[in-house]
């Protein structure tokens, strides 16, 4: 479907979506789910309260806005100039994303497939799991929950990583590495692949939980997909 303006508003039942094409779409639902079938290609807005959930193939726009309160958030292709998902208890989902995303839930999950872009993810108990596959400036923040960073093993960034834990991987290695322990919480730094340069980074932080950082390589990601 094809249209200029593209609004959706419902109290219960299950909205589905399917291959819209529109300058703007702006869905909202207070009780039911939405439903996304092949691409929503637009600048798009989707908000739903209670348990409503979302879970869409695929999203393309200029800026791309989704928010739940306790339902789950799931989008297998995200590309837009600018996104913002966030969820006040539900998990975040996301398979392949693109652009500058900020990712905000308090106590849901985060989860990020394949990050190629500027990424901002935090939340306040929920863990993160996140594999950047070209990622410029990733921030993860957990106050509670761990957070796993997965980069290629050719990937180049400066690494700041600080949690109650560091875990590192054995195959990777990091340059001019920095320890720095301070009351039962340590703070880890280095280059990745790569000296000097800080244009490209990568900062992992969390009050009371582990850091983890491992090697995967792309196709390993694309075999681990949420389906």
């Not at 439903?35 to 869409?56: A, K, Q």
């Amino acid at each position: 479907m094809e249209c200029e303006n593209c609004r959706i508003e419902t109290e219960k039942g299950t909205s589905i979506l399917n291959s819209i094409k529109s300058h703007t779409i702006h869905v909202q639902t207070n009780g039911g789910k939405i439903i996304g079938l092949g691409s929503l290609h637009g600048n798009t807005d989707i908000h739903v309260t209670g348990e409503s959930s979302v879970n869409i193939e695929k999203l393309q726009g200029t800026s791309i806005s989704i928010s739940t309160e306790d339902g789950l958030l799931k989008t297998k292709y995200l590309y837009a100039e600018s996104s913002f998902l966030s969820s006040a208890a539900g998990d975040i989902l996301l398979g392949s994303v693109h652009g500058d995303i900020t990712i905000e839930t308090k106590t849901g999950n985060i989860t990020v497939d394949s990050a190629d872009g500027c990424l901002k993810a935090s939340t306040h108990q929920g863990m993160i799991d996140v594999y950047v596959s070209q990622g410029k400036n990733i921030d993860l923040k957990s106050q509670k929950g761990s957070i796993t960073v997965k980069v290629p093993a050719s990937f180049k960034a400066y690494l700041q990583l600080s949690g109650s834990k560091v875990d590192v991987s054995p195959e990777i290695e990091l340059k001019e590495i920095q320890s720095a322990p301070k009351d039962g919480h340590i703070t880890i730094t280095g280059h990745m692949n790569q000296l000097n340069d800080t244009d490209q980074w990568i900062k992992a932080t969390t009050q009371n939980g582990t850091i983890h950082l491992k090697s995967q390589s792309w196709f390993q990601s694309i075999k681990l997909q949420v389906p």
